[in-house]
């Protein structure tokens, strides 16, 4: 499979005859078009090609069976058809997994800006500027486990930090790993990671990873297969160092259920909690829901984010959703803007998710977590029940 030069010389050869726009960066489709080969490359020339000629069926007279030499002189291929090109054309690499490059950007995520600084410190720096770390004689974190209260973004974190890299994302689930027959779950783990080597930069996310990866003889009565399944991720994930700009993250609103082998430097390297937003981060998030929104000018986000202490984003995505349904229950159909009234009504029939037990008892598992990881690396492994799962209390 070629790599970025390569992908580089063979792009330059299917495009050497085509008129390409001012715009056409050649080297950055190179560097977009991870896991395409030859073919597919001649493909997404073709493709673009064809777009370009879309574009300028309205000028012609098909019934003339000419093309006025006016026309042909002004056709090009511009930026935009390669990038709706890029959306047809799927890499012959990445068909037996679900890969995808996400169209989420930090501009769409909001509320959670320390946990977007540790991402971005741990994955877009290290596979945008990949000489600073080699200067330096240090490796980038491996791995990064996102735990949190449900609903605060911690999902969406994963597709803007791959999108912003510029990287392959695949999305998994343990549905899609686990399986009653021996042995078939260490190979199609084993499979997931070959792919992702082989379309580097990649990111791999799994979520609600404590059902993939639980801890390990805390219950005692847990399957044969989930140990197995722990065991081969530990192999791949300490394999990992040969596997350039290839990053692991695991999201999980149980932290404590999770193998503490895992979690050690050199596999899950970066621990990071994402909990509820504040009064500013609230009003972002509102912000960015309400951007297609046709808002009222008595409407004021800051007053609304200052009513919805505890709120995560999805809270706050039903509230701006109850606003909306509201305003067509008022105006019907023809409605033209969502009020300040609308919300308070929404506001009514809403409520926070987290309660103050529920931030108490992560605040607590902030603290276990990190004795666990600390017990792991000094005693270098865990027999069973050593340590014992995190469990969250029960609260009314």
């Not at 490059?101 to 959670?112: E, L």
């Not at 320390?114 to 980038?140: M, N, S, T, Y």
């Not at 695949?170 to 260490?186: N, P, Q, R, V």
């Not at 067509?328 to 009234?341: D, F, L, N, Y």
Request: aromatic letters at 4%.
């Amino acid at each position: 499979m070629p790599d970025e030069k390569g992908r580089r010389e063979i792009i330059g050869i299917h495009t050497r005859g085509m008129p390409l726009g001012a715009d056409v960066d050649l080297d950055e489709l190179s560097r977009t078009s991870h896991g395409f080969v030859g073919a597919d490359l001649a493909a997404l020339a073709r493709e673009a090609a064809i777009e370009a000629v879309r574009r300028i069926m309205p000028q012609l007279d098909l019934e003339a069976q000419t093309i006025p030499p006016e026309v042909l002189e002004n056709l090009s291929v511009t930026r935009n058809d390669f990038v709706e090109a890029l959306k047809r054309v799927q890499p012959s690499a990445m068909r037996e997994v679900m890969v995808q490059v996400p169209n989420i950007g930090w501009d769409d995520v909001g509320g959670v800006p320390e946990a977007e600084e540790r991402l971005r410190e741990g994955i877009e720096l290290p596979l945008k500027h990949p000489d600073a770390f080699h200067r330096l004689g240090i490796r980038p974190a491996k791995g990064f486990l996102l735990y949190g209260p449900p609903g605060t973004g911690k999902t969406l974190l994963a597709k803007a930090v791959a999108k912003e890299s510029e990287a392959n994302f695949i999305s998994i689930k343990s549905s899609d790993l686990l399986s009653k027959w021996y042995g078939e779950s260490e190979q199609q783990i084993s499979r997931l990671f070959a792919r992702a080597r082989q379309v580097a930069p990649c990111v791999i996310f799994i979520d609600e990873i404590d059902s993939l990866v639980p801890a390990r003889g805390a219950g005692g009565n847990e399957p044969q297969v989930t140990g197995r399944v722990v065991n081969t991720i530990l192999a791949e994930m300490d394999g990992l160092e040969e596997l350039q700009s290839v990053i692991l993250i695991g999201a999980t609103n149980r932290p404590g259920l999770v193998d503490p082998a895992i979690m050690r430097p050199g596999r899950l390297d970066e621990l990071i909690y994402v909990g509820t937003p504040n009064a500013e981060g609230r009003a972002q998030i509102l912000g960015i829901h309400t951007s297609k929104m046709p808002l009222a000018k008595d409407v004021d986000l800051k007053a609304v984010a200052a009513q919805t202490e505890r709120f995560t984003g999805a809270d706050l995505e039903d509230v701006v959703r109850r606003a909306g349904l509201n305003a067509i229950r008022r105006s019907g159909e023809k409605v033209k803007a969502v009020s300040a009234e609308d919300f308070d009504l929404a506001l009514k029939d809403s409520r926070a998710t987290v309660t103050e037990e529920m931030e108490a008892e992560y605040g607590r598992m902030k603290g276990e977590l990190k004795k666990r990881a600390m017990a792991v690396t000094q005693i270098g492994f865990l027999a069973p029940g050593m340590v014992e799962p995190i469990r969250p209390k029960k609260h009314g």
